[in-house]
């Protein structure tokens, strides 16, 4: 519950939102080494730990978004921790489906997301942080449930981006993983 937390600003039909600078870099480079902003390496966690470590994440992101500052952004091409929260729920929500195809699919190419899309379509500025943090940790919770139920012999499945990209269900975690890291560096948690 965030009961410090400032109310969202009144919904305003004029109120065009000012979505963050996009993030065009491709990170796969992240799955051989190490980000040097927040310090994570794909490496590092082996794909049978990817649902713990899943799950130890998820009391920074609430810490994170019952912050007083979690509407305020840094600059204004930044998104504000209360974004950055509500994108890493979505970004669990994703790979929760693209790990859940990787296991019943022979190779599957994965449905494109927009991520600053959904951001202004879904106004994330003007969520409920303390829902954020729930469904958050909802989403963490099945995440982790699905890479926990990972048998030895599935862990080098393949899946696809449309950019070409390829991951195993191992990659596809600890590539998930960064993002999570990564984000967290961001909002300072």
């Known amino acids: 519950m965030t009961a410090a937390t400032p109310p969202a600003p009144d919904a305003d039909p004029a109120d065009d939102y000012r979505p963050a600078d996009p993030d065009a870099k491709d990170w796969t480079w992240v799955l051989a080494e190490r980000c040097p902003e927040c310090g994570f390496a794909g490496t590092d966690v082996a794909g049978p730990d990817i649902a713990g470590t899943v799950h130890d994440l998820v009391p920074r992101w609430r810490a994170a978004l019952n912050r007083l500052d979690v509407r305020d952004r840094p600059a204004p091409g930044t998104w504000s921790p209360l974004e950055y929260g509500a994108h890493v729920r979505d970004v669990h929500r994703v790979f929760t489906e ?16 927009d991520q ?74």
């Open 98 to 113: 693209r790990l859940r195809l990787m296991l019943t699919e022979d190779d599957p190419l994965f449905p494109n997301w």
């Open 116 to 189: 600053d899309a959904t951001a202004a379509a879904e106004r994330y500025d003007r969520q409920d942080p303390g829902r954020v943090a729930d469904e958050l940790a909802d989403a963490a919770a099945a995440l982790a449930a699905g890479f926990a139920a990972v048998r030895p012999d599935q862990w080098g499945r393949a899946g696809r981006r449309s950019n070409g990209s390829t991951f195993t269900v191992t990659t596809l975690g600890q590539y998930f993983l960064h993002d999570v890291v990564h984000h967290l560096h961001d909002v300072r948690a």
